[in-house]
């Protein structure tokens, strides 16, 4: 026993001590959960949302707290409209590291990823993919 929780006590404090990220998107990315419900509103935003993890897992293991949630859209000039906000750490830290750029490999994994548009957002996508600084940006603390 005492050494489960010594191992747990040490993936705790390397969670603790890894780089949080952070993405702004105008894509609605809730996640409800339904992932077979005749909602199809519903599924298609669980869809978004199962991208951003997809997207992210090709990196590594994603872990999180808590779901995207709704915030005002001042990140992008637009304090009238909302976006979804989502924070998570990987397993490894500096994993997304490229060219000096703490974040650089993780701005080019979403590089024109595909979404379902047409939901809850209040902006119109042609075509409905990721663009860097249009409808996604990233972020991170350490």
């Not at 979804?84 to 500096?94: G, H, L, P, R, V």
Request: overall charge negative; charged content about 20%.
């Amino acid at each position: 026993m005492g050494r489960a929780l010594l191992f747990v006590g040490l993936f705790l404090w390397l969670l603790n001590t890894l780089m949080i990220y952070s993405l702004y998107t105008l894509v609605d990315i809730t996640a409800t959960g339904q992932y077979r419900s005749s909602d199809r509103l519903q599924r298609n935003q669980q869809q978004n949302f199962d991208t951003i993890l997809q997207t992210l897992g090709i990196k590594g293991n994603v872990y999180f707290d808590k779901k995207p949630n709704k915030v005002p859209a001042h990140i992008f000039g637009n304090d009238k409209i909302e976006c979804w906000y989502f924070e998570w750490t990987m397993e490894i830290s500096d994993l997304f590291e490229k060219n000096n750029d703490p974040i650089g490999e993780l701005k080019e994994l979403f590089e024109f990823v595909p979404f379902i548009s047409d939901l809850t957002e209040s902006v119109q996508f042609d075509p409905p993919i990721f663009k860097l600084g249009q409808n996604i940006i990233f972020d991170f603390k350490q």
